[in-house]
T-cell receptor
Framework: DAMVIQNPRYQVTQFGKPVTLSCSQT?????MYWYQQKSSQAPKLLFH???????NEADTPDNFQSRRPNTSFCFLDIRSPGLGDAAMYLC???????????FGPGTRLLVL | TQLLEQSPQFLSIQEGENLTVYCNSS?????LQWYRQEPGEGPVLLVT???GGEVKKLKRLTFQFGDARKDSSLHITAAQPGDTGLYLC??????????????WGAGTKLIIKP
């Protein structure tokens, strides 16, 4: 059974057109993370939520925002996608900070 | 800057051969995870090691955590084409300033040829 679910799996958007990626979890984990991954590189953490507390990485562009309306759901909003934002976006969860992270299947974003 | 050096970055071998992937750091980790990722999918957790000197086995995969919890290795015996993928190590730092962040290795792209 899927534990971390990401929708859609593939997303095509136009340059500058806002896009929202979604993540849900059935693990009841406290922490949810968003990563950006470019081809065959390590995932790069964008931000994470510990419960409702939002923690932004210092080098995450302002173009990237996130919302966590409840424990199960977390959204990644890209306000004005650029060509350089084309990547795989990964959602992960962990029971607590510093504990093992479990990843969703990812959303592949293409910007035209 | 905390680094986790992963090597080799790329490895292409024949089916049946053995291989070892290494992750090394000068930092002490409270735990270290190994993931395998296939193209177009998210990383799948293989193992978490926590105790210095710990050895865990997962079928033909053997994971070892260094005694000082600064390094780890993944050994694959008699590699199969199904082992092909990107292998990632990620360490959790034992520091109050890094209460959430995993330090990631750069990844090892492994190809097993039939």
């Amino acid at each position: 059974d899927a534990m971390v679910i990401q929708n859609p799996r593939y997303q095509v958007t136009q340059f500058g057109k806002p896009v929202t990626l979604s993540c849900s979890q059935t693990l009841n984990h406290n922490v949810m993370y968003w990563y950006q991954q470019k081809s065959s590189q390590a995932p790069k953490l964008l931000f994470h939520y510990y419960d409702k507390d939002f923690n932004n990485e210092a080098d995450t562009p302002d173009n990237f925002q996130s919302r966590r309306p409840n424990t199960s759901f977390c959204f990644l909003d890209i306000r004005s996608p650029g060509l350089g934002d084309a990547a795989m976006y990964l959602c992960a969860t962990s029971r607590a900070q510093q504990e093992t992270q479990y990843f969703g299947p990812g959303t592949r974003l293409l910007v035209l | 800057t905390q680094l986790l050096e992963q090597s080799p970055q790329f490895l292409s071998i024949q089916e049946g051969e053995n291989l070892t992937v290494y992750c090394n750091s000068s930092s002490v980790f409270s735990s270290l995870q190994w993931y395998r990722q296939e193209p177009g999918e998210g990383p799948v957790l293989l193992v978490t090691v926590v105790t210095g000197g710990e050895v865990k086995k997962l079928k033909r995969l053997t994971f070892q955590f260094g005694d000082a919890r600064k390094d780890s290795s993944l050994h694959i015996t008699a590699a199969q084409p199904g082992d092909t993928g990107l292998y990632l190590c990620a360490g959790a730092l034992n520091s109050p300033d890094s209460n959430y962040q995993l330090i990631w290795g750069a990844g090892t792209k492994l190809i097993i040829k039939p």
